[in-house]
Structures are given as structure tokens and as C-alpha cells.
């Protein structure tokens, strides 16, 4: 069946079983690879993305669950937000080998839309679910707290 | 030989068809010897009309760092405009070959210590042609020029050419073979705090960077391999019939690990697996759990084995001893699970083929593929993606994954894509092996070590690898590593290993054999101090000869503040320093023990890597190694039960997360000493730092890993 989705800014008509999760509707029907795949159980966070602002694990979100809502993804080129979140990742060399910062990114942006100055303790809280095997954790801490989301 | 230039200029021409109408040197005087002497600028460097300057790859980017330290190289002799450079992954030739072996290799933390040099050459030479073609055109001495952010300047006049605009000049002209190399004084980069190069990082911070999981071309399928859950099983038969029925699926096949199932998208396949009824033959591996691994060890701890390392007469130095201090270790299987998941991808097109994959030995790859299809090595063409971490499981000496791919695609019509799940990645072996140890030390009147007994039990690692040299009179590198070579002044020594077989694959791990030799070593040496009643740090700076470790062990108790480290309750400071990959690193952890749990708080960490290349990659690299190495000293184990892994995901293989992360100093003392290896050298100190502490804190000795507070 035909599902109309809309990413970033852009509406996409897919035609594929609405149990299939959306992070494969992503990266393979869609060929939005920015979106990655980590666990397949909401286990590591590479896979998130936002719905409506808010950060879900796209490897556990069937495309049934998505109705109208707006999925926003690493790749969007207009959030503000989303733009100074990527220059202080930037800016404070955090990515290493680079895979699970689209999650971290899109986690933090979750973050951020919700609650634009969190203490220590919400930072760890709502990133506890994102993996990173490279250990850039410290670096990821420094950004998330250097970035004035209210600005 | 002969054939590098060619095989190089037709791979690089299948990537990039711009190549050729670029900067290319004529290679001369190759045909009569070995590649090392000659300098191959026009195998690193593509300079395109336009001033593009690109640099090929042939060190694989796993996150280590090794694309911008290398690059800074050659940039900074080149004098090229550092953010536009850009980079490309090199396809297969020699001239990339490692120094250990012919074939492509990023692991051991090598690529700087061995490359480094050669690209600040091949900028250097570049740098000095294109002076020299400037200096004629403007019949100008070499004295009036000089060059700057990838152009050639006449000082005098201000005339300006772009590199690009000289690419046909330099074309034709020799190269220097001993260009002359910046002093560091003049050098931009190196030696200077240099973030990853911005094409790269954001490209990783807008999810543009292609992985091997992100290839895609046109009629791309996609393939999940049903594999046997118990080591060493195979199949009987298989009824594909109900999977078959399910949308998407293309095709089921038996393939040497396993069954295969293709499909038009990857979900598709990984949701038929469970449709496929599979009749196994368990094997005899089925009956065995960690329990039975674990006693067939102890087994092995009583009975002699194959001599690491023997000098001086232990039996009397025991004899005579003051006091003795013996430890059993146990330390599990662990996977390296990297976050992307294993992948390749193949196409078999008849007489050729192409594959794509992030891979650490990337000629290994393609040998073995050639192999599979039936193929020279020439006609496969290998693509080397960015890596979504290595850490040493994409160096498969088995190939695992990389067959499983290979299998899949051979004799199909589409480019195929076979991607692992997780639950694959956790349970499918090349693990670093499990461990039993036994360790003693005889200690005299003063507390001075007088003799080190050890006997270490693993499979070995190196052994039938690409590395196999390493592989010694019965021994294993990994058996030894760090623990026959360590740095305090003992006068007697014996030093046992062993090396059970087992169905289950193993595989080096980040920083290999020091992940079961650092913790033995620092552990007992820790032990011994505190028997010798002595500030454990004071202890192994007398036990020390080697002035490097003093100076790092010195520099880490200055940073640590450790002569004023408060007594409180339920916290410790432990101490490390573990030189392996050319290079020492001291840490000191405080750790903070609660009911069952503890909590490392900071780490303090100061390494001598000779001369620090980048040192903010270097800061980074002891971040991401105490990171990963406290997953492995307070979460990972892999168990076996009835022949399987008990763990599948990181649910029940756990890691650490961001809460887990201590705040971490990091201090670089700049030797002068030779360059040694970074990636994986953070690594072994944080094992027993972290134990000693919990010792300091609890008065308990925790010998093995992880360490469950009890």
C-alpha cells in the first residue's frame, strides 16, 4: 500500500507494508542512509530521528505508527537548531569513526527543542540511550552544553 | 614488479575517471626494485587543472584519525590550502603496502608510525617541483619563491600560479628524491592541535559519509544469512518453501556458514530467516558450556607449556623469597561490535567483479574474493569505504563476514548487499579469546620483585593470519605481548602459554594481547607495592629502569594531584602504565564503589608517543580507549551455553554509555623519542588503573574482568 510521508520539508509517496520499520523505509526505499542501523532493537540509537520534535528510535517505529506526523531526519538542511548542533559537534572534533553521531545529533536535538538548557543530569539521562563504540561521549558532553539552544 | 603503476592507474581510474586528466608523474626506474626506496607522489596526491587537490587514502578511516594525520603531512610540506583539500580512499597497490607484509593493513596502530614520513616526502617533492616549475617560467631563482595555501608565489613581483596551473609542467619532470623537509619550527600543522578535517567531520555530522552499509547503485539487493546459533554447527537440510512465499524474496541459498536469503530490501530478508526450517547437526560443540572452558583451562594452568620467556632461576629466587604474591585471572570472550553492523558488497559480473566494504586489510579482501569467484586478483575491483568502527573486527583473518558476501553474490545477476544484524555480529565469533591466567611474585626483604612467574591460557590469534610470523616456537603474540616485554627490572623469569582449539573464532581486539597482559602485570606489580608498603607509584618508579616510564609516571601523579588525593569513604585512586605500540601511557583512575556497583569518576592519563603528530587526535584517541576499555572492565563478557553465546544485543552484551563516561584529563609529554602507535594504547592502562583502585577503595583485589563488586 501507498503511504505519503513527510521528511524534511519534502512529501514522499512509498509503496511498502506498513509493519516494515521506518528506518528501513528510510535508508533502502527512500535512499536516506544518513538514518543508520545499530541494534534493530532500540537498543544503541543510531537509528533516531524526530517526529514531530520529538526523538524516537526509528528501528522500532513501523510505518503504521507515523499517521501525518512530520519525521525529521540528520539530513535536514533548514532546522536552526539542528544547524548549531552540528557545528558545535564540529567545533568540539567530536565524531570519530562518525557512525552513531546521526543519533547523538538527532537525540540531542530532541533534547534541545524540549528543554533548551539542561543540567548535567538531563544531558546524561536523555543520552544514555545512544551508543557509541568510539567513546566520544566526553565530547559530546562538552557540545550539547556549549550550544545556547534559547540563542 | 612493473605492475604497481599499472594496476594502480586502472584502479584509481575505475574510481575517479578525473584521475588521469590530473597530476600524474611518469614512475620512473620502478620496474628493477622493491617499492620502498622510491618516492609515489602521484599515488597519494591528485592535483586537477582547477586546484583541486585531493589526497588518496590507502589507511583505512575507522575514526582513529589516521585520514587527518596523514593528510597534515602532506599537506603542510606541500603547503597546500588545508580545508580544501579533499579525500579519497585509494584502491589496491602496492605502493600502500604496510611495512609488516605485502598487502594494505590499518591495524597496530601503525599508520602513522610507519607512513608518516613518506607522505611529508611525497608533499615535500611535489612542493619542490612545483617551485621549480614556477622559477622557470618566470626565469626566477628558486631563492625568489615560495609557496602558500596551494599556490606558488614570486615574492618579488607578487605573481601568483595555482598548483593546478603548473600541473602540466611538473608532468614531465623527475622527482626529488630527497626533498627537503620543514623544520618543525616552519611547520603549520604538524605538531599542532588539529581537529578532523572538515570535509570529513561534516560529512559525519550532516550523515552524508558513505559506509559500507550506505552503498546504493541501481538494481542493489539485499541479503540476511541464517546462521547456526551453536560454533561449529552445520545443516542437514532446509525447507526454504514458506520463506520463499513472503514479499520480496528473490532467492534462498546454502553458502558454506549458512543459508542465504536475497531480497529486494534488507528487512524482507532478515524477517524470512525466521520462516526457513533448518535440520542441524549440532556438533559436539553443543555440549559445551563456559563451565567446561573454564575447567579444561585450570586443566592446562597445572601442566607445563610452550616457554615465553626464561632467564635467571625462578625456583630460587621463590625459594629465597620474603614473600610471595600469587593471583588467578579470568578474562572472557568479548566481541569488538562496532556500531555499523558487518557488510559487504559484491557484485560477480562473469570474468570480474567489484565489492565494497570498510574494511582494515583490504587486499586480504579482495584476494579472498578473487579466490571464491575463481578470479585473478586484478579482476576484482575493491572499494574502501569510511569504517563505522574497526577496532580490530574488520580485520577478520577469517573473512568471515566478507565470504558470507562473496558466497551470497557469486554467480548472481545484481550487485548484493549482505548486511549482519547485530544479534550476528554478537554472536558470531572472532572474539578476543577468553583468558586464565596465573601469575607469582617473589618479593625479598625490601619488597623488591626477584622473580615473575606466569602462565597465560588462550587460543592464539596470529597464528595462520596474515600475521603469522608473530606466531613463535608455540607461542602466540597475543599471549605474550606486554606481559615477557614489561618494563620493570626483574632478574628471573618464567613465562608459560598455552593454546587450546576451540569452534570458536578468535580475533585481535584493540590493543590485542595487552587487553589480558595489562591487567596480569599492573595488577600484581600493584599487589606487590602495597605488600611492600610503598605509594604505588613511588613502588614502580623503583622498581623501573626506564626513564620514559618514570618521566610519564612522575608527570601522571603531577596531574592527578595524587600526593593530595583525599581519603574518603568508598573511593580509590589505582595507577597504571602500559607501553605497548611504541608508545607509554600512565593513567590513574578514582573510582568510586557503591553496594554492587562502582562508578569511574576521572581519569587522569599521560602518554609519550615520541612526538605527538596531532595532539588533539591524541587526546582524543586516550578518550575513546578509556571509554572502550571500561565497557570490557565493567560490562562485556561473552558466555557460552550449550555450545551458543549467551548474549545477542546490546541489551545483554553491554557497553559503556554516556553516564558511565568519566571526566578525563589528558597530559602528552613530547619525548622526542621515536613515534609510536596512538589508537589503541589508552586502551590496557584503564584495566587494572581502574582495579587497583577499586583495591585502594574496598581493600579487595579484583583479578578478573568484568569486575562484579561483591
Not at chain 1, 505519503?4 to 520499520?21: A, S
Request: glycine fraction near 8%; charge should be negative.
Amino acid at each position: 500500500m501507498t503511504t505519503k510521508l513527510k521528511i524534511d520539508g519534502t512529501t514522499y509517496d512509498v509503496t511498502v507494508d506498513e509493519d516494515t520499520p521506518l528506518l528501513w523505509v528510510l535508508r533502502e526505499y527512500l535512499n536516506l542512509t544518513g538514518t543508520k542501523y545499530g541494534c534493530g532493537a532500540a537498543q544503541c540509537g543510531a537509528c533516531t530521528v524526530l517526529l514531530d520534535g520529538k526523538a524516537i528510535r526509528s528501528c522500532a517505529t513501523f510505518l503504521k505508527e507515523i499517521g501525518d506526523k512530520e519525521i525529521m531526519t540528520i539530513a535536514n538542511t533548514t532546522d536552526p537548531l539542528l544547524k548549531k548542533i552540528q557545528e558545535a559537534w564540529v567545533e568540539e572534533d567530536v565524531p570519530q569513526c562518525g557512525y552513531c553521531q546521526s543519533g547523538q545529533i538527532m537525540n540531542a536535538t530532541g533534547l534541545l527543542k524540549a528543554n533548551s538548557n539542561p543540567t548535567e543530569e538531563e544531558i546524561l539521562a536523555e543520552m544514555n540511550g545512544n551508543i557509541c563504540r568510539c567513546g566520544t561521549y566526553n565530547r559530546i558532553k562538552n557540545a550539547i552544553k556549549k550550544i545556547n539552544a534559547g540563542a | 614488479m612493473g605492475l604497481s603503476r599499472r594496476t594502480f592507474l586502472k584502479n584509481t581510474a575505475l574510481v575517479s575517471s578525473a584521475f588521469i586528466v590530473g597530476f600524474y608523474l611518469p614512475v620512473k626506474a620502478r620496474a628493477d626494485e622493491g617499492a620502498k626506496e622510491i618516492l609515489h607522489p602521484n599515488a597519494f596526491i591528485k592535483i586537477d587543472a582547477d586546484n583541486t587537490i585531493t589526497f588518496l587514502m590507502g589507511q583505512a578511516e575507522m575514526g582513529q584519525g589516521t585520514y587527518t594525520a596523514l593528510a597534515m603531512c602532506i599537506a603542510d610540506e606541500l603547503d597546500a590550502d588545508w580545508e580544501a583539500v579533499h579525500f579519497q580512499a585509494s584502491g589496491i597497490d602496492p605502493v600502500y603496502n604496510s611495512v609488516f607484509g605485502p598487502w594494505m593493513l590499518t591495524a597496530g596502530s601503525t599508520s602513522i608510525s610507519t607512513k608518516q614520513l613518506e607522505m611529508r616526502k611525497v608533499g615535500a617533492a611535489v612542493n619542490e617541483m612545483l617551485k621549480k616549475a614556477a622559477a622557470q617560467k618566470w626565469d626566477a631563482a628558486l631563492s625568489d619563491i615560495k609557496t602558500e595555501n596551494s599556490h606558488v608565489i614570486h615574492i618579488k613581483t607578487g605573481d601568483k600560479f595555482t598548483y593546478g596551473e603548473l600541473v602540466s609542467d611538473i608532468k614531465t619532470m623527475s622527482i626529488p628524491e630527497n626533498p627537503e623537509l620543514k623544520a618543525l619550527k616552519d611547520c603549520s600543522l604538524i605538531g599542532k592541535p588539529t581537529k578532523r578535517h572538515p570535509s570529513e567531520a561534516w560529512a559525519k555530522v550532516t550523515g552524508q559519509t558513505e559506509y559500507g552499509i550506505d552503498v546504493r547503485m541501481d538494481n542493489l539487493k539485499y541479503a540476511a544469512v541464517l546462521h547456526p546459533a551453536v560454533f561449529g554447527a552445520t545443516i542437514v537440510s532446509f525447507d526454504p518453501s514458506e520463506a520463499l512465499k513472503r514479499d520480496g524474496i528473490l532467492k534462498i541459498k546454502q553458502i558454506p556458514t549458512g543459508i542465504a536469503v536475497i531480497a529486494e530490501h534488507w528487512f524482507q530478508a532478515k524477517e524470512a530467516l525466521n520462516h526457513i526450517n533448518v535440520v542441524w547437526d549440532k556438533g559436539e560443540f553443543a555440549k559445551i558450556s563456559s563451565e567446561d572452558i573454564r575447567k579444561e583451562y585450570d586443566a592446562l594452568l597445572d601442566k607445563p607449556g610452550a616457554s615465553m620467556r626464561h632467564d635467571g632461576n625462578t625456583a630460587k629466587a621463590f625459594k629465597e623469597a620474603h614473600s610471595i604474591i600469587s593471583a588467578d585471572y579470568e578474562f572472557p570472550f568479548l566481541a569488538h561490535a562496532p556500531m555499523e553492523p558487518l557488510n559487504c558488497t559484491v557484485h560477480h559480473t562473469g570474468d570480474s567483479a567489484k565489492m565494497w566494504t570498510g574494511g582494515q586489510v583490504q587486499t586480504v579482501y579482495r584476494n579472498v574474493c578473487a579466490e571464491i569467484l575463481g578470479l585473478k586478483p586484478e579482476a576484482v575491483e575493491y572499494n574502501n569505504t569510511f569504517l563505522g568502527g574497526g577496532f580490530g573486527r574488520r580485520a577478520a583473518a577469517n573473512a568471515d563476514y566478507i565470504k558470507d558476501a562473496i558466497y551470497t553474490a557469486k554467480d548472481e545477476a545484481w550487485p548484493i548487499m549482505t548486511l549482519w544484524t547485530r544479534e550476528d555480529d554478537i554472536r558470531m565469533g572472532n572474539y578476543r579469546p577468553m583468558y586464565k591466567n596465573k601469575a607469582r611474585l617473589a618479593l625479598n626483604q625490601y619488597g623488591d620483585i626477584t622473580a615473575f612467574e606466569a602462565k597465560v591460557v588462550g587460543q592464539p590469534v596470529v597464528k595462520d593470519t596474515i600475521l603469522g610470523f608473530l606466531f613463535k616456537d608455540g607461542v602466540d603474540w597475543a599471549q605474550w605481548d606486554g606481559l615477557t616485554d614489561h618494563p620493570y627490572s626483574i632478574a628471573n623469569h618464567d613465562m608459560q602459554a598455552h593454546s587450546p582449539s576451540s569452534p570458536i573464532p578468535v580475533l585481535w581486539w584493540r590493543s590485542v594481547g595487552h587487553t589480558q597482559t595489562a591487567p596480569l602485570v599492573e595488577g600484581i606489580v600493584d599487589e606487590a607495592a602495597h605488600k611492600a608498603g610503598i605509594d604505588p607509584i613511588a613502588y614502580r618508579i623503583s622498581m623501573l629502569d626506564d626513564l620514559r616510564c618514570i618521566k610519564l609516571l612522575l608527570d601522571v601523579q603531577r596531574i592527578s594531584d595524587w600526593k593530595n588525593r583525599k581519603k574518603e569513604k568508598n573511593v580509590g585512586y589505582g595507577v597504571a602504565i602500559v607501553k605497548s605500540f611504541g608508545s607509554i601511557v600512565a593513567q590513574v583512575a578514582k573510582v568510586k564503589v557503591t553496594k554492587n556497583d562502582f562508578k569511574v569518576e576521572n581519569v587522569w592519563c599521560s602518554v609519550d608517543c615520541g612526538f605527538a603528530l596531532n595532539p588533539l587526535n591524541i587526546e582524543n584517541q586516550m578518550i575513546s580507549g578509556i571509554n572502550f576499555g571500561l565497557a570490557a572492565t565493567k560490562y562485556s563478557e561473552i558466555t557460552i551455553k550449550n555450545g551458543e553465546a549467551e548474549q545477542n544485543n546490546f541489551y545483554d552484551y553491554l557497553v559503556t554509555r554516556i553516564s558511565d563516561a568519566p571526566d578525563i584529563q589528558v597530559s602528552i609529554v613530547n619525548s622526542g623519542e621515536k613515534i609510536g602507535g596512538i589508537g589503541e594504547t589508552a586502551v590496557p592502562p584503564i584495566f587494572p588503573a581502574v582495579a587497583n583502585a577499586i583495591f585502594d577503595a574496598t581493600g579487595k583485589r579484583y583479578h578478573s574482568l568484568p569486575i562484579k563488586i561483591s
